[in-house]
Each structure stands twice: as structure tokens, then as C-alpha cells.
């Protein structure tokens, strides 16, 4: 299908990981396998979903896949949200992180949709 590395939201995605990354790092020890981790990972899930979904075969098993990745972004806003609310995470930086995580999944929407539609000829 397509180089995942070319998608914009891919890139988006990589880049909010990231971020997420460099954030956890602050939280409290005691979260490493608790909130540390569950927010790490959902995060990064949605960048390896969209690069599995651009590996398959058809345009079906691509949607489920950028479906799982918008399902994965709006995980990661929950995590954005606890994680401020216990106050591991600034309100500066969860107001960027959630703009992010809801940018991402707007435009995951959007190329589920273009995906979906019939080409043109």
C-alpha cells in the first residue's frame, strides 16, 4: 500500500510519542508500570498501527487498522487527562498533548474515509 513514513499522520503521530516520552519521564517512580507505562504505550500504538495498517494487502484490513490507531489516540487522551488530574502532567503541556491527540484523530477520520470512498477513475 503506502510508506507509512510519507503519511503525514504517521509522522504526527511519531512525533507526539515522542513527547509523550520525554513527559513520563517526569512522572512519579512509583507510575513506571502503571500510569507511565499504559500512557507510553498507547501512545505508540498509534504509530504502529498506522505503519501495520500501510503493510496489508487491502483497503479493508487498512481501515481496521487506522481505526485501532484512532481508538489508540483517544486512549491516549484519556491517559493525558488522568495524568493532569494526579498532577504528573502540567496543564501547558496537557493542553498541547490533547490538541495533538485530537488533531490525530481527526485526520485518522479523514484518511479512514478516503480510504473507504471509491477512487475516481
Not at 515522542?18 to 502503571?34: D, H, I, K, N, Q
Not at 498501527?49 to 487498522?65: L, V
Not at 488522568?82 to 504528573?88: K, S, V
Request: include cysteine; charged fraction near 30%; aromatic fraction near 8%.
Amino acid at each position: 500500500m503506502t510508506d507509512f513514513k510519507q503519511l503525514k499522520v504517521w509522522r504526527k503521530a511519531h512525533e507526539m510519542t515522542l513527547e509523550t516520552y520525554r513527559v513520563t519521564a517526569a512522572f512519579p517512580r512509583e507510575e513506571m508500570y502503571g500510569l507511565t507505562s499504559q500512557l507510553r504505550r498507547a501512545a505508540a500504538s498509534i504509530g504502529a498501527n498506522i505503519a501495520e495498517g500501510c503493510g496489508r494487502r487491502s483497503e479493508g484490513e487498512m481501515c481496521r487498522f487506522l481505526q485501532i490507531a484512532r481508538g489508540s489516540a483517544s486512549e491516549t487522551e484519556y491517559h493525558f487527562l488522568l495524568a493532569r488530574d494526579l498532577h504528573f502532567l502540567a496543564e501547558k503541556d496537557f493542553q498541547i498533548l490533547t490538541r495533538k491527540s485530537d488533531e490525530l484523530q481527526r485526520m485518522l477520520t479523514g484518511l479512514i474515509q478516503s480510504v473507504r470512498s471509491p477512487k475516481s477513475a
